[in-house]
Nanobody
Framework: VQLVESGGGLVQPGGSLRLSCAAS????????MAWYRQAPGKQRELVARITSGGSTNYADSVKGRFTISRDNAKNTVYLQLNSLKPEDTAVYLC???????????????WGQGTQVTVSS
């Protein structure tokens, strides 16, 4: 199973970006999908999470600005980033709890990450 993120880049403060993360491989089911971020010198933190049923939760620092969504038919999770601030600068990583075909149980899978830089 592979997770591939896209959509990062350089944006000015107040701008927007949309990140995508597509899962591929021998997938039977995808449960919770999430976005994390890690800034230089800081610990990785959960940004947003969405269950297979569509329930969401967000870090307090991004509530009202970021929106997570998913397209189960495409095995893809999205993160809409609005009103971006310099402190949002980080590598954004996709995570998904996935059960592969012929496996006993689900495992957490990670993407390689996509850089988001907010600067004027």
């Amino acid at each position: 199973v592979q997770l591939v993120e896209s959509g990062g880049g350089l944006v000015q403060p107040g701008g927007s970006l949309r990140l995508s993360c597509a899962a591929s491989g021998s997938i039977e089911s995808i449960y919770t999908m999430a976005w994390y971020r890690q800034a230089p010198g800081k610990q990785r933190e959960l940004v947003a999470r969405i269950t297979s049923g569509g329930s969401t939760n967000y870090a307090d620092s991004v509530k009202g600005r970021f929106t997570i969504s998913r397209d189960n038919a495409k095995n893809t999770v999205y993160l809409q980033l609005n009103s971006l601030k310099p402190e949002d600068t980080a590598v954004y990583l996709c995570n998904a709890l996935i059960k592969e075909r012929l496996s006993i149980g689900p495992t957490h899978c990670w993407g390689q990450g996509t850089q988001v830089t907010v600067s004027s």
